[in-house]
């Protein structure tokens, strides 16, 4: 899978007295589109220390901070990571846990890849048995429709609108923040504010 700059895949946003600010993890990429996710490796390895600080400046008021603080500073501050995709990974997997998600997790490399990205993605989709591939909405404009259905594969574009609102600090309300900034505001109820697709 490949790397996109000026994308999620390494920068999120929180939300400030100030308003939105995005924290980005500064990797070393050659700007073109051909780098696989994988091979995209962290430049700068105190990254975790200044995000967290910056966390703790703007959410050591919310009402959960206190409950999650001690795991969330654990996995910056101690994160030595060099590549981006273990450092998402460690990530993913503990805010699954946290919010009682059991997906399972694997890497692409788990599987044995065809040429073509949709034929890349239904390989895959075969290989763990799914019947259905669940996209963002910005994949139909890549995303061959016809081999899906070919290979009687449902596929779902993922839709981001319909969460309800929480009580955030700093208003007015931003859904596109990070998921803790749902954490640190509404602590065990956050599974609540989350879509079930």
């Known amino acids: ?22 924290l980005t993890i500064p990797v070393n990429s050659k700007g073109n589109y051909r780098e696989a996710i994988r091979s995209i490796t962290v430049s700068d390895p105190e990254w975790g220390v200044r995000h967290w600080r910056t ?3 703007n959410y050591a008021a919310a009402p959960y901070f206190s409950q999650f603080a001690a795991r969330f500073e654990q996995l910056y501050c101690d994160c030595t990571d060099s590549h981006l995709s273990v450092i998402n990974y460690k990530w993913i997997a503990l805010l699954c846990n946290i919010l009682g998600i059991r997906t399972k997790l694997t890497w ?20 763990a ?11 139909r404009a890549y995303l061959d429709g016809a081999l899906f259905e070919a290979a009687k594969i449902n596929v779902v574009y993922f839709d981001y609108a319909g969460y309800r609102e929480y009580p955030q600090l700093y208003p007015p309300f931003d859904h596109q923040v990070t998921v803790l900034d ?16």
């Open 108 to 127: 692409s490399a788990d599987y044995a890849l065809d040429p073509g990205p949709t034929e890349r993605l239904i390989g895959i989709c075969r290989q």
């Open 1 to 22: 899978m490949q790397f996109t700059r000026r994308d999620w895949r390494n920068r999120n946003r929180i939300k400030t007295p100030h308003g939105p600010q995005w």
């Open 182 to 197: 749902l954490l640190f505001n509404v602590g065990p109820e956050a599974p609540r504010y989350l879509l079930a697709r």
């Open 129 to 139: 048995g799914a019947d259905t591939y669940v996209s963002g909405p910005s994949a």
């Open 55 to 57: 966390l703790k400046a």
